[in-house]
């Protein structure tokens, strides 16, 4: 930028970095501590958001869906037959607390996952 070209900025009255509205600034600035407040107040405190699933070798066995009847016996069944797909799905039920419990399909080796 040519000193020509900012002494005629600078007799029109323009700031040297354009023009910029205070209020959009306030706006970013409420904008943003409504999320963090949002996320330090509202965002469950124990979920493992980034947690991996961990698979085991060997697979655990899960409970028969005969112990069970309607959408629970349902959701047995598809364990029993998909193992290998729930393995690999974290768990977001609140029982990755417990020491044994490493992936989804440890939901379905008690009774955990019937409610």
Sequence with gaps: MGKKHRRDRKQKGEK???K???KLWLVGILFGGVLLFGSIFFLPKNEPWALPAIPRNPRPQTLSPLLFSGQVARAYQIAQEVPELLQRMPCYCGCYVNPGHRNNLDCYTDRHSAG
């Design 16 to 18: 040297p970095g354009g």
């Design 20 to 22: 910029r509205s205070p």
